[in-house]
């Protein structure tokens, strides 16, 4: 059964560091992207950016370039979103999906969502 | 960066109603649309990709269309599991694939 599985939610300060994961299974993780997208309490979907497992290659949305960081283990089929210094508006939950790359890039299937909270 | 627009932005409708949701993007994306529904809680999930084909599993009251720069989805026979937040996301221009908005169906 195809599955990503994320991290449980996480409660930080204004500051800190955080890397969440997302486990895939069920499929040959090399052959698909990994995107991140974040939903703020009570507000759509913001693209992020994309990985691609098999050299790691990345990009980011502007809006997002420079302020967090997306990796990849294919060792251990897992993608990372990773911030260096949170920020209180960084409050939303976290989602990871599979980006099917050879048809129109739909994101078929998707982690449960991590809830990162940020206060202080 | 290309937009994307969505309308209506809520609906109210009854079992069993047809319902429309317009996407509008801001450069001409193909058929690079996807359509996504959103549960309460829950991840979204893709409905139609391509802009007018079915995701396996998908029931078949959801159709949709369009191509350049305008685009449908149609919900024929509104069932309850239907009310949810509804994204569409063009997937053609990087290096954002870029949400839009989301149009909200609500029981009537």
């Known amino acids: 059964e195809m599955q990503l599985v994320q991290t449980g939610a996480e409660v930080k300060k204004p500051g800190e560091s955080l890397r969440i994961s997302c486990t895939a299974s069920g499929y040959i993780f090399t052959a698909y992207w990994i995107a991140w997208v974040r939903q703020m309490p009570g507000k759509g979907l913001e693209w992020m950016g994309r990985i691609d497992p098999i050299d790691s290659y990345t990009e980011y949305s502007p809006s997002f370039q420079g302020h967090v960081s997306i990796s990849a283990d294919k060792s251990v089929n897992t993608a990372y979103l990773q911030w260096t210094s949170l920020k209180a508006s960084d409050t939303a939950t976290y989602f990871c999906a599979r980006v099917h790359t050879s048809s129109w890039r739909e994101h078929d299937y998707w982690g449960q969502g991590t809830l990162v909270t940020v206060s202080s | 960066d290309i937009q994307m627009t969505q309308s209506p932005s809520s609906l109210s409708a009854s079992v069993g109603d047809r319902v429309n949701i317009t996407c509008r993007a801001s450069?001409?994306?193909?058929?690079?649309l996807i359509w996504y529904r959103q549960k309460p809680g829950k991840a979204p999930q893709v409905l139609i990709y391509g802009a007018s084909r079915l995701q396996t599993g998908v029931p078949s009251r959801f159709s949709g269309s369009g191509s350049g720069t305008e685009f449908t989805l149609t919900i024929t026979n509104l069932q309850p599991e239907d009310y949810a937040v509804y994204y569409c996301q063009q997937t053609d221009i990087f290096p954002v694939l870029t949400f839009g908005p989301g149009t909200r169906v609500d029981i009537k």
């Open positions: 450069q001409r994306i193909g058929d690079y």
